[in-house]
Structures are given as structure tokens and as C-alpha cells.
């Protein structure tokens, strides 16, 4: 069973704009992450919020978690054709670490040149 | 450092023949998982091992799959029999110590 759900299924977007993507998930957590999957490609790992943080950068990524509403987001900003992938969030159950993670359906993004 | 590396990368079989994916983690990797992904999906875990020894394997269907992870290090994920349901991409992925998983290309299987 898949704990996450992202939103939206697919996002179409011209080179140099930002990309929204959004996760939401059902139990509590004590991290979630977002992974980047090329087309035939393995998951690469992008980053990692702790449930006790609320926002976090790493270069053009800035993911933000909100546990009363059990929900994050991944934002990409001026984004490159090479952005384009499949973005999966995965949660690891509170209490659990981060042995067992579960992933979302995710969300393919296309960056048009 | 190399990744993890998957074997074969693509495989195509007849239903009801037997199939095997080969996989050797990160060096120093204890952990190891085993998972599938269906097509438009995320992956979905089979199976993990903590060195030699399956910890979680209550999502891998027993019937006709089967892993082993001899000495630890390299794991090989079998089916047999396979059906055209088993048409998926497997994914080996592992970890050591820190949070995130390291993962291997995949092998994308189709039964017809």
C-alpha cells in the first residue's frame, strides 16, 4: 500500500519556471524525503525534512512539511530541461526511523526547453 | 565509490518460466531492500535484509517468490513460476547507518 500522495499526477512547465509539487500523507511520520527518478532510471535521493522541522533548502529545492496537515511540498525553482523526471515522496513511520519507507505514486514533471 | 548494481537490466521471459535478478549493494551497506515498482507507480517493498537476515518480507509474495542474501553482501530475487502480472521494474536499493536509500537502476522484466 502506498502511504503518500502527490499532487499533481503530471505538471507541464516552460524552462525557467518553478515547479510545485505537493505529498500528502496518513500517519505520523519521523521523516519524509523526496526522491528524483529519470526516465528508466533508480531513485536518487533529493532530500530529507525531519517531522520536527518545517522547511529546508538544498540549492534549487526548498521542501516544506506541515504535520497538522499532514502534508509537504517540493518546490523547484527556475528549473532546467534536465529537471525533468518523476518526483516521489516517501515517508518513514514515526518510531520506526528510517528503515521502512513508503513512496507515493509521484509526480511526473516535464520542463519544456 | 560504485553504486549499487543491478543484473540483467532488462529481461523477457514466457509465463510460467522461472526468472532471477541479481543485486550487489554499496560497500559497507547492511541493509538492503528489495522492491517493485508497477508502471505510473512508486516503488513498493518486497523485501528487506539487515545483513543476512530478512527483517521485513511480510509484503513478498511466498508462493512464488523467493530471496536469499548469502554471506550478507549480494542478494538475488527469484519468481518462479512468473505471470504476466509480475511485468514490473525491480528495484535493489541499500543503506548504511544514515537515512537515506542508495538505489540501483532496476531491472524492468516482461512476462508475455
Known amino acids: 500500500s502506498q502511504q503518500g500522495e502527490e499532487d499533481p499526477q503530471a505538471l507541464s512547465i516552460q524552462e525557467g519556471e518553478n515547479a510545485t509539487m505537493n505529498c500528502s500523507y496518513k500517519?505520523?511520520?519521523?521523516?519524509l524525503q523526496w526522491y528524483r527518478q529519470n526516465s528508466g532510471r533508480g531513485l536518487v535521493h533529493l532530500i530529507l525534512?525531519?517531522?520536527?522541522?518545517r522547511e529546508k533548502h538544498s540549492g534549487r529545492l526548498r521542501v516544506t512539511l506541515d504535520t497538522s496537515k499532514k502534508s509537504s511540498s517540493l518546490l523547484i525553482t527556475a528549473s532546467r530541461a534536465a529537471d525533468t523526471a518523476s518526483y516521489f515522496c516517501?515517508?518513514?513511520?514515526?518510531?520506526?526511523?528510517?528503515?521502512?519507507?513508503?513512496f507515493g505514486k509521484g509526480t511526473k514533471l516535464s520542463v519544456i526547453p | 565509490e560504485a553504486g549499487v548494481v543491478q543484473s540483467p537490466r532488462y529481461k523477457i521471459i514466457e509465463k510460467k518460466q522461472p526468472v532471477a535478478f541479481w543485486c550487489n549493494p554499496i560497500?559497507?551497506?547492511?541493509?538492503l531492500y528489495w522492491y517493485r515498482q508497477n508502471l505510473g507507480q512508486g516503488p513498493e517493498l518486497l523485501i528487506r535484509?539487515?545483513?543476512?537476515?530478512?527483517?521485513?518480507d511480510s509484503q513478498l509474495p511466498k508462493d512464488r517468490f523467493s530471496a536469499e542474501r548469502l554471506k550478507g553482501v549480494d542478494s538475488t530475487l527469484k519468481i518462479q513460476p512468473a505471470e504476466l502480472g509480475d511485468s514490473a521494474v525491480y528495484l535493489c536499493?541499500?543503506?548504511?547507518?544514515?537515512?537515506?536509500?542508495?538505489f540501483g537502476p532496476g531491472t524492468r522484466l516482461l512476462v508475455l
Open positions: 560497500s559497507g551497506h547492511n541493509t
Open positions: 500517519t505520523s511520520i519521523n521523516n
Open positions: 516517501a515517508t518513514a513511520p514515526q518510531g520506526a526511523g528510517s528503515y521502512q519507507l513508503t
Open positions: 536499493a541499500s543503506r548504511q547507518g544514515q537515512e537515506t536509500q542508495y
Open positions: 535484509y539487515e545483513n543476512e537476515e530478512a527483517v521485513d
Open positions: 525534512i525531519r517531522s520536527n522541522e
